[in-house]
């Protein structure tokens, strides 16, 4: 028991840096229509940018504030990396199929990746994290600082987004594009800047869960593929659906965590590692029974 | 084409067709006007211009002559070129013609290679082998063991459109990644690898040097026939009913169900023919370097097939083989950077080295492409044969 609570918090812990990951799928595609493939791209930068801000700001303050500040400067520098991205490769590509977009997106990430991988160099880079791996116990129950640290900047962020989308007029007018292009044109939204808003926030959050996972072992250049299970985690949830990319997130993160402690007992004919890729699984089982996801609206076709 | 005049409701004398008239296939034309089609039989033509027909004969023999003009270490390369372009053009069946967005491409070449060298491989090996090193035999079973794949995942593709299917392709290469390094007793495991299938037919090894020809330019000569069988073959499914209903459904679904194409069974055969391809490539592919890992069948090795096809010029057969040949000798191209741009390096350990160049490239001609040349290289050509053919008036 003590074990199946311990992969269920790991699982929430790492599922809500999945969840913040989904968020800014789900935002991009809300706002334009278009999968963005370059947000492993812009979560490994954001870790490289912490990396290196934590040791540079590291003797004005305490360590933990230190990875705090460093963390709010690394989501800036990538939101503002993402809306440059978006200016200069995507603006020109409205109107296009959302298909040819999705593919220039994948070409910026192979290229942005590149250069950050240039920074990390071939080990793993440590991220300057206060936590680690250190741990603390509820009664036998072992939590790692880490995880909880992560549920914590999810909530948070997922506090900010309600209060933006809910009572800010930059949010209503995301929404109002998001729900009708054309018409929130008319009533004076610009859809311009919602597309680029879109993409700096989705840097921004793909930053942050780029510098929470890092924490512990740090940064190494295969981490971009942890990005792509939250691809998964959207499908799960529905494209277009905010609640469902946060459940969808949690979800993955959770199957995650718990094959990877019971598969080798029980299904060990599944193969090392298969934890990796069960949220592919998971996706495929989901996909079978409702083709649009938990949450997402069905595509209806007028004819 | 399209701006091509057609008569084919009457013969060049002017009576109406369906009397006793020449076959309309059989018509003439005329001399100086390669645009100008007096029957459907003449625009439908597997070639369907007389400077096409020239060119590509002339580009045949050109490339039937290139091993005794080129070194071995090139032509080594353009077999690589070759097999890749077989693999794009199977991509280019279901993305570019029938428009169902694949990023799974990796996973059926995995299936095929493997195929492939289970049939092939040494039955007293480490790993599983039947030895039957047939090349016609392994290669249509490669082929068809993962078109069965492909009917197997199509189902899915059928009820989701656009992105969700990208998506889920995507996923496919994780799990058959997983899958490859796990099956060990078929695939050697992840580091280990396995011999690739051995391309011998009636005791002829096109893997070993011989009397007349050294191994390299043996298997040029292999890949650069299949490359024409293949590419003959895609270019007249394009034309047939089947290619057009493709092209109907990537127009617009919904009007193409209207108009009677079976959705579902469109899509079923896209995918079906599409691994076909996919299959035969992986088969070969690795009887050039003999040898082969289960990493290799990743996320980047089905980007490269996008990139070729988007590249090349998505829906064009010529254009994707340009494609495909752009970016296997786009390394070779990389390796020579560093004699003219000293500061790049061509130690992995170094920053910048030949190898990020390459990747960055990849990731930038896909974007610059897509961003100024949707038609890709084959846009490209066009134009260029646009502005001679109306020269001195090019505007």
Redesign the interface.
């Given at each position: 028991m003590i074990a199946f609570l311990e992969a269920f918090i790991r699982g929430l812990g790492i599922g809500s840096v999945y969840a913040l990951l989904a968020i800014g799928f789900v935002i991009i595609?809300k706002s334009t229509g278009?999968?963005s493939f370059a947000q492993p791209a812009m979560m490994i930068s954001g870790a490289v940018v912490v990396s290196y801000v934590v040791p540079a700001i590291g003797f004005v303050l305490l360590p933990g504030l230190a990875f705090i500040v460093a963390m709010l400067i690394g989501a800036i520098a990538i939101a503002a990396l993402a809306l440059g991205v978006e200016r200069a490769?995507i603006r020109?590509?409205v109107g296009?199929p959302?298909?040819?977009v999705?593919?220039?997106t994948?070409?910026?990430?192979?290229?942005?990746?590149?250069?950050a991988?240039?920074f990390i160099g071939?080990g793993a880079r440590p991220i300057g994290d206060p936590w680690g791996l250190t741990r603390f116990s509820i009664g036998d129950l072992q939590v790692q600082w880490r995880h909880v640290a992560m549920m914590i900047t999810t909530a948070l962020v997922l506090a900010v987004l309600f209060w933006f989308f809910r009572y800010t007029r930059f949010g209503l007018a995301m929404r109002a594009a998001a729900f009708d292009q054309e018409a929130a044109l008319t009533q004076g939204v610009s859809v311009g800047s919602v597309f680029a808003m879109s993409w700096a926030m989705a840097g921004g959050l793909a930053a942050l869960a780029g510098a929470l996972l890092a924490t512990g072992a740090g940064v190494d250049q295969q981490m971009w593929i942890v990005a792509?299970a939250a691809?998964?985690a959207i499908?799960l949830g529905g494209?277009d659906s905010l609640e469902g990319a946060v459940i969808g997130g949690l979800a993955v993160g959770v199957v995650e965590s718990l094959v990877g402690s019971y598969q080798r007992q029980f299904a060990p004919w599944?193969?090392?590692?298969?934890a990796?890729?069960s949220p592919?699984?998971l996706?495929?089982l989901v996909?079978?029974a409702r083709?649009?996801g938990l949450f997402g609206t069905p595509?209806v076709?007028r004819? | 084409m399209s701006t091509a005049t057609r008569t084919a409701t009457s013969d060049p004398a002017g009576r109406p067709s369906g009397h006793a008239t020449p076959r309309p296939g059989r018509a003439s034309r005329l001399r100086g006007r390669p645009g100008f089609y007096r029957s459907y039989e003449q625009e439908l033509a597997l070639f369907n211009t007389r400077p096409k027909q020239v060119g590509v004969a002339v580009l045949v023999a050109f490339g039937l002559l290139m091993p005794w003009v080129l070194t071995d270490p090139l032509l080594q390369t353009l077999a690589v070129a070759f097999v890749f372009a077989i693999g794009a053009l199977g991509l280019n069946i279901v993305t570019g013609l029938a428009g169902q967005v694949s990023l799974g491409h990796a996973f059926f070449l995995g299936i095929g290679a493997y195929t492939a060298a289970a049939i092939s491989g040494d039955p007293e090996g480490r790993t599983i082998g039947f030895g039957i090193t047939f090349l016609p035999l392994w290669l249509i079973a490669a082929g068809v063991v993962a078109a069965v794949a492909g009917v197997i995942v199509a189902p899915l593709a059928t009820r989701l459109r656009g992105l969700y299917l990208a998506i889920v392709t995507l996923g496919l290469v994780f799990l058959g990644e997983h899958i490859f390094k796990e099956w060990q007793d078929l695939t050697g495991g992840a580091g280990v690898g396995r011999e690739a299938a051995t391309p011998e037919m009636f005791g002829y090894a096109f893997d070993e040097d011989n009397t007349f020809l050294t191994q390299d330019q043996n298997l040029y000569l292999l890949m650069f026939v299949l490359l024409l069988i293949f590419a003959l073959f895609a270019r007249n499914l394009a034309r047939s009913k089947v290619g057009r209903a493709f092209a109907a459904v990537r127009d617009r679904d919904v009007a193409a169900e209207m108009m009677g194409i079976n959705l579902g069974r469109a899509k079923l055969l896209a995918f079906a023919i599409s691994s076909f391809y996919a299959g035969c490539a992986g088969a070969l592919l690795y009887t050039i370097t003999g040898f082969f890992d289960p990493a290799s069948f990743n996320l980047l090795l089905s980007v490269q097939f996008i990139a070729m096809v988007l590249i090349g010029g998505a829906g064009t057969v010529a254009g994707t083989i340009m494609g495909a040949l752009f970016i296997s000798l786009l390394p070779s191209l990389t390796r020579e950077v560093p004699s003219y741009l000293p500061f790049i390096s061509r130690q992995v350990t170094d920053i910048p080295n030949v190898f990020q160049l390459e990747q960055i490239l990849y990731g930038l001609l896909i974007v610059g492409f897509l961003l100024f040349e949707p038609r890709g290289l084959f846009g490209i050509w066009i134009r260029i044969r646009n502005y001679w053919k109306s020269w001195p008036f090019s505007y």
């Open positions: 595609y278009v999968i490769a020109p590509m296009r959302v298909f040819v999705a593919i220039i994948i070409g910026l990430d192979i290229a942005i990746r590149v250069v991988n240039g071939l792509l691809l998964p499908i494209l599944l193969g090392d590692n298969f990796v890729v592919y699984m996706m495929l996909l079978l083709p649009y595509e076709k004819v | -």
